[in-house]
Nanobody, 124 residues
Framework: QVQLVESGGGLVQAGGSLRLSCAAS????????MAWFRQAPGKEREFVAS????????NYADSVKGRFTISRDNAENTLYLQMNSLKPGDTAVYYC?????????????????WGQGTQVTVSS
């Protein structure tokens, strides 16, 4: 079973940047598609970005395209999300997740393993 631990969240002003990290316990991390989802208060969990097991393929929600970059280091079993030009609407708990399925999945139900989440708050 994959254990995932997110870090790097915090409070930032609009226009600022944050880099989230997700450390995975599994030695076969390299075989999983990975993704970031987020959930704001009172809203459903939504897809943010995903990456293929090799890192060669990435996919983004329209709302973050051009501002966020997902990447991974398979040697370090770590997933990243670089977030630039942050907006108050990006405020949410951000979750790291892993799947044996395609990284092209937007549906949270296709992802089997989840971290505990890290809070990102963007002030105006």
């Amino acid at each position: 079973q994959v254990q995932l631990v997110e870090s790097g969240g915090g409070l930032v002003q609009a226009g600022g940047s944050l880099r989230l990290s997700c450390a995975a316990s599994e030695r076969t991390f390299w075989s999983y598609a990975m993704a970031w989802f987020r959930q704001a208060p009172g809203k459903e969990r939504e897809f943010v970005a995903s990456i293929s097991s090799s890192g060669s393929g990435t996919n983004y929600a329209d709302s973050v395209k051009g501002r966020f970059t997902i990447s991974r280091d398979n040697a370090e079993n770590t997933l990243y999300l670089q977030m630039n030009s942050l907006k108050p609407g990006d405020t949410a708990v951000y979750y790291c997740t892993a799947s044996r399925n395609s990284y092209l999945n937007y549906n949270a139900q296709q992802y089997s393993y989840w971290g505990q989440g890290t809070q990102v708050t963007v002030s105006s």
